[in-house]
């Protein structure tokens, strides 16, 4: 198989795992569907949002989320995604960032000393 053939499926089963993610957690009913978006997300790049603003705006965002039924489904599709801005699944981007860091020692294929 060429590297480029091996790519194109990678790229191919990458789509495919984020769509079937993305299609579960709005299947299961997210409580942010209701809700105006903006609050989940950040500001437009050239409408810079001071920190305590972004701050609230962050906390209101995880008080939707902590009751949210689609909860687990959205945090499944942000670990995938890696999103760079906004609230997923309760957690700010930075924190999901941070999440798919940590990768726990009894992982498949890892070595454990």
Not at 34 to 46: N, Q, Y
Not at 68 to 92: D, F, K, N
Request: hydrophobic share 45%.
């Amino acid at each position: 198989m060429s590297a480029r053939s091996w790519l194109r499926r990678t790229y191919i089963e990458r789509d495919r795992r984020e769509r079937a993610l993305r299609e579960a957690m709005l299947a299961a009913g997210p409580a942010c569907a209701d809700t105006d978006a903006a609050l989940f997300t950040a500001p437009d790049v050239f409408e810079p949002e001071p920190v305590a603003v972004r701050q609230d705006r962050e906390a209101a965002a995880k008080k939707i989320c902590a009751a949210c039924p689609a909860r687990t489904a959205c945090l499944a599709y942000a670990l995938a995604i890696r999103p760079t801005e906004g609230v997923w699944a309760g957690l700010s981007a930075t924190e999901i960032r941070a999440l798919s860091l940590y990768r726990p020692a009894s992982e498949p294929g890892r070595e454990v000393a």
